[in-house]
């Protein structure tokens, strides 16, 4: 990126982002349509914010890890941290070291969650500019705008507020692809996917297309992709039991017990809600319209193809298809490359705006759905006077969860 220099857009975005950083929102939009570099990556520190405020429901993830934190917080130090770890069983524990680290300074967990927020988003929007700044200074301020809402509409949201380990695991998944296929840093990006995997182990899951993408260069992924398609009507007992017969270490078949025996919430509660049946089925309308799309188009071959990696990622997701858990989390990893892939494909002339427009339109759907669910947190967070200055936000006490269950 060019070096930027401080316009009027960017003052502003900065002057209301520090006096109010959540009500800066809308000042942020309008200087993004300016074509604001700056106020784009202030956009990370903003989503940072509204995970710090954020009130968790009783049974989220996020409430765990609050009883997490002040565990950690007792120890009396490295030894007993290591102690602790390895007396639960944790592994992938770089969110519970950050968990120690935060806890030095401040009994606040929250912070936590800013950070765990803050560096995967600023990751992605990283990534995001640096994979399309040929692409995005030819854009006009309209489609400039419209690209950057699609990408933010991508975003793991429910990763970051509701839970922790993953959402905070998926920047560096972001990074370690980004240096191994665009800037060809081999170590760099191994030793990220390492700290992803160190810090979930579901992430471990990205590392098979990453591997067939760099390593199996002449493989016809589409035809694998064609193979694969059956998975979507393969029971998840099947595939359980088909892995149990492998010879693997038992942390990997408890792992795989974990993901694919796991009853998934919204599946549960969808047997008897009609609204959730037609939530679930628009969120998983566009997996075969982008497969479709894939199918249909030329194959590209290279190290640097965002569309090999994107093929095998739909390879393996296909295979665990009958698994909320996996797909949920290959998901949040799709969807951002997918949308990075739309745009150049836009700017290439291989898709039209009316379609970039359709998609993005669709997509909304998908932000206005996870808003949807953590609704209650927000509006409880938001309405409160202490959460509208810089300060203030820092200075409230700890507030307690939303006691009843989400619905």
């Not at 409430?63 to 917080?73: D, T």
């Not at 969120?283 to 990696?309: D, H, M, T």
């Not at 990622?313 to 969807?335: C, E, H, K, Q, W």
Request: proline fraction near 5%; hydrophobic fraction near 50%.
């Amino acid at each position: 990126m060019n070096k930027m220099n401080i316009s009027k857009s960017d003052f502003s975005s900065f002057v209301a982002f520090f006096l109010m950083p959540i009500y800066s929102f809308p000042l942020l939009l309008i200087n993004i349509y300016r074509k604001s570099y700056f106020s784009i990556y202030l956009f990370p520190f903003f989503l940072g914010f509204c995970s710090f405020i954020y009130l968790p429901y009783s049974n989220d993830d996020r409430v765990r890890h609050y009883e997490r934190f002040y565990e950690i917080s007792k120890l009396g130090g490295v030894n007993q941290l290591f102690e602790y770890l390895s007396s639960n069983n944790l592994p992938d524990s770089l969110g519970y070291l950050l968990m120690y680290f935060v806890s030095i300074f401040s009994n606040d967990p929250r912070i936590v969650f800013f950070i765990a927020t803050t560096i995967p988003a600023y990751l992605y929007t990283y990534i995001y500019l640096n994979l399309n700044k040929h692409v995005l200074g030819n854009l006009s301020n309209k489609m400039f705008f419209y690209s950057f809402i699609l990408f933010l509409c991508s975003l793991p949201y429910l990763a970051w507020f509701s839970g922790l380990r993953f959402g905070f695991a998926s920047g560096f998944v972001f990074l370690g692809w980004y240096l191994l296929n665009k800037n060809k840093s081999s170590l760099k990006g191994l030793s990220f996917l390492g700290l992803a995997v160190f810090t979930h182990f579901g992430t471990i899951l990205v590392l098979i297309p990453l591997i067939c993408t760099i390593y199996f260069t002449k493989l016809n992924a589409k035809r694998l992709l064609w193979l694969t398609l059956p998975f979507f009507i393969v029971p998840k007992e099947l595939i359980y039991n088909l892995i149990t017969m492998l010879p693997l270490p038992g942390v990997i078949i408890k792992k795989a017990f974990d993901y694919l025996m796991w009853e998934d919430m919204l599946v549960t509660m969808a047997s008897s809600a009609p609204i959730l049946k037609l939530i679930l089925l628009y969120r998983a309308l566009w997996v075969p319209l982008f497969l479709l799309y894939l199918l249909r188009r030329k194959n590209e071959v290279g190290l640097n193809s965002s569309y090999n990696f994107i093929m095998y990622l739909f390879i393996v997701r296909n295979l665990f298809s009958s698994s909320p858990v996996i797909t949920g989390y290959y998901d949040a990893i799709i969807l951002p490359i997918s949308t990075m892939f739309l745009i150049q494909e836009y700017s290439k002339n291989r898709i039209s705006k009316r379609i970039l427009f359709f998609i993005l339109v669709y997509f909304i759907g998908f932000w206005f759905i996870d808003i949807y669910k953590l609704r209650d947190g927000f509006i409880m967070s938001n309405i409160d006077i202490e959460n509208v200055s810089f300060v203030s936000i820092f200075l409230k006490e700890i507030p307690n969860y939303i006691p009843e269950p989400w619905k």
